[in-house]
């Protein structure tokens, strides 16, 4: 089982509602990211973070905000939840990988913030 | 065009019976693959990854396979059981990239009947 936590899983809020989805993890790991997921559709990276107070946005456009101010903590913000937003958001943090091969890291997920904006 | 095409969409197959899925990729310079498991309603979970010089490798009934050249990897399952019904993703490393870029397959939900 991977220590990586998300809350809330399922959420369903009004149009113009303020969310913050919330992601920590205990295994130490530098690196975390925020991926959007639709069904049947690949992931979509919307944020990441290489460490302490290092926030980058990702490939997908998002209304989204996020904060890295401890190592373990790495939550997201909707200032203004539209019904676009609706989707899974999946946290996840990355393990330092094989010594001398770049890239091996394994993705440890969090089990998902469903959200529905009516 | 995603850089990562998965096959088939979806499976379904009877419990005991074995499967191969499919992962074709463009991503280069190609550093490692990684197929993950993800059930219904929860995160990706890895089962095994590939680097470059590797072609074959085996997680109990799952075995990996990867021919770079042709840029193709596949997941065979073997002896099938109802608890791998799942969503089977691969994830591409490409090395090449500034920042560490990872491209997802869409994936190929397996369904095993009993």
């Known amino acids: 089982e991977a220590d990586i936590y998300q809350t809330p899983r399922y959420l369903v809020i009004g149009t113009g509602k303020k969310i913050t989805l919330e992601c920590s993890q205990t295994m130490g790991h530098d690196k975390m990211y925020w991926y959007q997921q639709d069904p049947g559709m690949e992931l979509h990276l919307i944020h990441y973070?290489?460490?302490?107070?290092?926030?980058e946005k990702g490939d997908l456009s998002s209304e989204s905000t996020v904060s890295r101010i401890r190592t373990e903590h790495f939550p997201l913000t909707l200032e203004s939840a539209r019904p676009s937003h609706t989707s899974q958001y999946l946290c996840?943090?990355?393990?330092?990988?094989?010594?001398?091969?770049?890239?091996?890291?394994?993705?440890?997920f969090g089990e998902g913030s469903r959200l529905t904006v009516l | 065009k995603n850089q990562v095409e998965q096959s088939p969409q979806s499976l379904i197959i009877l419990e005991g019976k074995n499967c191969t899925l499919q992962c074709n990729y463009t991503v280069s310079p190609f550093s490692n693959l990684r197929w993950y498991k993800q059930d219904t309603g929860r995160g990706p979970v890895s089962l095994t990854i590939?680097?470059?010089?590797?072609n074959t490798k085996s997680n109990g009934r799952y075995t990996a396979t990867l021919d770079a050249d042709t840029k193709q990897s596949s997941l065979h399952i073997t002896a099938s059981q109802l608890s791998d019904s799942a969503s089977y993703i691969c994830v591409v490393y490409d090395r090449g990239s500034t920042l560490g870029r990872l491209y997802f397959g869409r994936g190929t939900q397996l369904t095993v009947w009993p």
């Open positions: 996840a943090s990355v393990s330092p990988g094989l010594a001398g091969e770049e890239g091996t890291g394994e993705l440890f």
């Open positions: 590939m680097t470059f010089s590797e």
């Open positions: 973070s290489y460490g302490v107070n290092s926030t």
